[in-house]
């Protein structure tokens, strides 16, 4: 079979999917850096197995650019964006604006043309959305005020893309100022004042015909209620918007932003949403690749010192604006480092406006060979950036130990109870029980967190629950129990551990997020374990159940069965955790789990014991 067979080429492409993104994934590298490592591979750079195919397959992969930005634009409700307008503006505004000019004006200095150094100053401002916020969930971070503020950033880079894509042509060279070839503008040969006529009509039909000639179109589509008839129409919605941008010179992935803002509003959001992310998914995934297939290392390996002065100098770069811009906001030492080192990497939107720039002749194609490299090894660094910063930088330069040094000094309290960790977890625990009339110690280690729980009143300290000295000074050798309700599975492992060896007189009642993080507990001697989750779970399903006609005592009977059953299961299959056999002894155990409890539903109809839900029937009756 012929290596450009169309066969052999989706053979490839798709096999190079499945196997390097779940291996970055695994690596915590993400999709994006999976995508772009499989593309070196398979690329003439390595095992050439698609030669320069990767240049003729962006042609047809970017439309899974047009895509995502119909999908960004859906998000992005204007009520949304108009509460959340002070972060989003003034922080991510000003982080995209002063790297912008700066980059602009070092690259100015350097030789480039000031249109040039501006178009390089504006796509390296931009970060990585895919990488910073699965490794900031994936650390429990989100939730910070690190976190909150990096998301703001990213929101506002991301929207920021698209008046990029509109201003770029006015930067390019005379003749080059559109996304399409002449040939495929209509308004190619027109005089000024019409193009700019055609444009603002195209513009208003795609807001008048998205707001009152789709939405009709789609309601009646969805009344046919075949599933594939609304696939088609969401597909040629996006096609229809590309192809009118492209007929009037203007950027495809423009048109469907907007198109996507108009609809974002529209009962058939969340349809649309569905049925075009899996096409965005794989068309992006095959961006992504030919980015990787087309990088140019043998420019790379000539000038290995230029390029590793590029990565180092906007890591520098971006890293500074960063944490000086978290300073300016109010931002705590230590969730400004975190912010910092967050968001310094080049984004995957980058290769977007690369491609674009190389059609439009933006910038020359040695500078754009050139960065492709730097943008994917800035985004490589990531992961390592962030663990950096967790291991060594923090203990070694953060405020932490600064302020558990201030706070062990003023907790003058000594409580039976000790709470390691005060986020909406810890939260409803410490005030159920001094609703109760129980007085507890609070440990907390997100700064921002206990200054505004303090504002509220609350009595919080900062200090890490994991130190020996910390816990001694909130009165631990008193204290009878200490419930551990850190953010992530490793904190609260680390204040066991402590515990144990300096305190095994405490009761331990500790936090778990999932099955995994009580198989380590339990595996750590913990005997009281609480999955955060469970509770919650059971009684939606026994509100189901009630829901569905089932009587309240039968239902919550069932629900407090399950949950001792499971927990009794729990910790039998923590000894197959790393066995084989850990798929069949679960399937047996739910299997137990559904005979035991319709026996018992079984067992109640038949004595028909009335329990204590009579009003709740007869209110159904």
């Avoid at 970017?62 to 002070?86: D, H, Y």
């Avoid at 916020?133 to 910070?144: D, P």
């Avoid at 002449?182 to 193009?195: E, N, T």
Wanted: glycine content about 8%; hydrophobic content about 50%.
């Amino acid at each position: 079979m012929s290596n450009e067979s169309f066969f052999y080429q989706a053979l490839v492409y798709l096999a190079t999917m499945v196997v390097f993104v779940p291996l970055a994934k695994k690596l915590n590298l993400g999709s994006v850096l999976g995508y772009l490592i499989g593309g070196i591979i398979i690329g003439p750079a390595l095992l050439g197995l698609i030669g320069h195919g990767g240049e003729d397959l962006m042609h047809f992969a970017e439309f899974g650019v047009v895509m995502m930005l119909f999908l960004i634009g859906l998000e992005l409700e204007p009520s949304l964006l108009w509460k959340l307008r002070a972060p989003i503006l003034g922080l991510g505004g000003l982080q995209v604006t002063v790297t912008a000019i700066l980059i602009a004006g070092l690259g100015f200095m350097l030789g480039l043309r000031w249109n040039e150094a501006l178009v390089l100053g504006m796509i390296l401002s931009l970060s990585s959305t895919a990488i910073v916020l699965q490794i900031l969930n994936e650390k429990g971070q989100m939730g910070s005020a690190a976190g909150q503020s990096a998301f703001s950033v990213l929101l506002f880079q991301d929207v920021a893309v698209i008046p990029m894509l509109a201003i770029f042509p006015l930067l390019g060279p005379e003749g080059a100022a559109g996304t399409v070839e002449d040939g495929q503008s209509l308004i190619a040969h027109q005089p000024a004042w019409a193009k700019t006529l055609i444009v603002f009509g195209a513009v208003s039909v795609l807001v008048v015909g998205g707001r009152y000639v789709v939405k009709p179109i789609l309601h009646i589509v969805a009344r046919t209620r075949l599933r594939e008839l609304f696939t088609a129409s969401a597909l040629l919605l996006v096609v229809a918007i590309a192809v009118l941008m492209t007929l009037v010179g203007l950027s495809p992935a423009l048109g469907a932003f907007l198109g996507g803002v108009v609809l974002a509003n529209s009962e058939y959001r969340h349809e649309l949403e569905s049925d075009i992310e899996p096409f965005k998914g794989l068309l992006l995934g095959l961006f992504f690749i030919g980015v990787g297939a087309t990088i140019n290392f043998d420019l790379i390996l000539q000038q290995p010192w230029l390029v590793s002065g590029l990565v180092a100098g906007i890591l520098v770069l971006k890293f500074s604006v960063l944490a000086g811009l978290g300073k300016l906001f109010r931002l705590s030492g230590e969730q400004n480092l975190l912010f910092a080192f967050a968001l310094p990497q080049v984004g995957e939107f980058a290769f977007v406006l690369f491609s674009f720039s190389k059609q439009s002749k933006l910038l020359p194609v040695e500078l754009i060979d050139i960065m492709m490299a730097v943008v994917a090894i800035t985004m490589a660094l990531t992961p390592l950036l962030m663990l950096a910063y967790e291991k060594v930088i923090v203990p070694r330069f953060g405020c932490t130990a600064n302020k558990e040094e201030r706070e062990q000094d003023a907790i003058d309290e000594k409580n039976p109870v000790i709470i390691a960790g005060f986020d909406h977890f810890g939260t409803v625990v410490g005030r159920f029980l001094r609703a109760s009339g129980v007085h507890s110690t609070v440990l907390d280690l997100d700064s921002d967190r206990v200054d505004l729980l303090r504002q509220m009143g609350l009595k919080v300290y900062y200090g890490d629950a994991a130190r020996f000295d910390m816990l001694k000074s909130a009165g631990a050798e008193q204290a009878r129990l200490i419930v551990i309700a850190m953010a992530t599975p490793e904190k609260n492992l680390e204040v066991v551990e402590t515990v144990k060896k300096h305190y095994p007189h405490l009761q331990m009642l500790v936090r778990a997020t999932q099955n995994a993080d009580a198989f380590d507990l339990m595996n750590a001697g913990v005997l009281h374990i609480y999955r955060e989750t469970i509770d919650t779970s059971l009684r939606l399903a026994s509100d189901v159940l009630e829901m569905l006609g089932r009587r309240a005592y039968q239902s919550q009977r069932a629900a407090r069965m399950f949950r001792r059953f499971d927990e009794k299961s729990l910790k039998g299959l923590a000894a197959y955790r790393d066995d084989k056999q850990y798929v069949n002894v679960a399937r047996e155990r739910m299997e137990e789990l559904q005979k035991l409890i319709q026996a018992d539903a079984y067992t109640n109809m038949l004595i028909r014991d009335a329990g204590w839900d009579r009003d709740n029937a007869e209110e159904r009756n």
